[in-house]
């Protein structure tokens, strides 16, 4: 009976030491918090306008700067090597600049944006690794909201008619309006464990996001439409800490 019970506590050990060594494994919870950057890589139409069909502004196209906010992920292991990661922020702001043409008027406008991004991730080490470094592909739904114009823009509306071959127009208001975008994401990162359920993580993603934005001025000549299409693809950095329930 004495040797039995040594095998079974044996045994039992064994298993204890064997599950206490997997680091990963399925139904796993992580989340994840740090300094996030969004950092765009953007390409800009010119400037069309629409509304009289007058056409390009020839050389005039838009550029936006970076943002750093809160980033918040929230994962959860499918198996321990595949994870599902949903990526949300705090929102970002990004100021819109004249570019092109126009690249020295300055500020034209600034929106607000929150990219939430769900992608599937593969995890590269074995589960009882304390260094564990993934790569991931994914979907991403960006939200523009906040709009806004500056005098900047409105005193350009002439100078962008100008452009298409029409001058005297005038502005004396603008608004900005933008599209939500539907794009694919990558990803690449890892975590490194420091206790049994915390540790430090880092990531990048490349996003597809392009942005359809209308504006739209009141002028001495009536209403003035104008659009341009800016494929702003960004990087997006994280550096931050999990924990892991």
């Given at each position: 009976?004495?040797?039995?019970?040594?095998?079974?506590?044996?045994?039992?050990?064994?298993?204890?030491?064997?599950?206490?060594?997997?680091?990963?494994?399925?139904?796993?919870?992580?989340?994840?918090?740090?300094?996030?950057?969004?950092?765009?890589?953007?390409?800009?139409?010119?400037?069309?306008?629409?509304?009289?069909?007058?056409?390009?502004?020839?050389?005039?196209?838009v550029g936006l700067n970076s943002d750093t906010q809160l980033g918040l992920v929230f994962?959860?292991?499918?198996?321990?090597?595949?994870?599902?990661?949903?990526l949300a922020a705090t929102p970002f702001k990004h100021d819109i600049s004249g570019a092109?043409?126009?690249?020295?008027?300055?500020k034209l406008g600034d929106t607000k944006h929150l990219p939430p991004t769900l992608s599937?991730?593969?995890?590269?080490?074995?589960?009882?690794?304390?260094?564990?470094?993934?790569?991931?592909?994914?979907?991403?739904?960006?939200?523009?909201?906040?709009?806004?114009?500056?005098?900047?823009?409105?005193?350009?509306?002439?100078?962008?008619?100008?452009?298409?071959?029409?001058?005297?127009?005038?502005?004396?208001?603008?608004?900005?309006?933008?599209?939500?975008?539907?794009?694919?994401?990558?990803?690449?990162?890892?975590?490194?464990?420091?206790?049994?359920?915390?540790?430090?993580?880092?990531?990048?993603?490349?996003?597809?996001?392009?942005?359809?934005?209308?504006?739209?001025?009141?002028?001495?000549?009536?209403?003035?439409?104008?659009?341009?299409?800016?494929?702003?693809?960004?990087?997006?950095?994280?550096?931050?800490?999990?924990?892991?329930?």
């Amino acid at each position: 009976m004495l040797k039995n019970a040594l095998t079974s506590s044996l045994v039992a050990g064994s298993l204890l030491i064997s599950q206490s060594a997997f680091a990963y494994e399925a139904g796993d919870i992580f989340i994840k918090g740090g300094i996030a950057t969004v950092d765009p890589q953007e390409s800009s139409s010119d400037i069309v306008i629409n509304t009289p069909a007058l056409g390009p502004a020839t050389g005039a196209k838009v550029g936006l700067n970076s943002d750093t906010q809160l980033g918040l992920v929230f994962s959860y292991m499918a198996t321990d090597r595949i994870g599902i990661e949903l990526l949300a922020a705090t929102p970002f702001k990004h100021d819109i600049s004249g570019a092109g043409a126009i690249s020295g008027v300055g500020k034209l406008g600034d929106t607000k944006h929150l990219p939430p991004t769900l992608s599937v991730q593969y995890y590269l080490a074995e589960p009882d690794a304390k260094f564990q470094p993934y790569v991931g592909a994914g979907i991403n739904y960006t939200i523009f909201f906040d709009e806004g114009t500056t005098d900047t823009l409105t005193n350009s509306i002439g100078a962008l008619a100008g452009l298409t071959g029409t001058p005297g127009v005038v502005a004396t208001s603008t608004k900005l309006d933008i599209d939500d975008s539907i794009g694919a994401s990558l990803q690449a990162g890892f975590n490194y464990e420091i206790t049994e359920n915390a540790g430090l993580t880092a990531a990048v993603w490349w996003i597809n996001i392009d942005a359809d934005a209308e504006i739209t001025a009141q002028t001495n000549v009536g209403t003035v439409k104008a659009n341009v299409d800016v494929e702003v693809d960004p990087y997006v950095y994280m550096l931050g800490a999990y924990y892991k329930f």
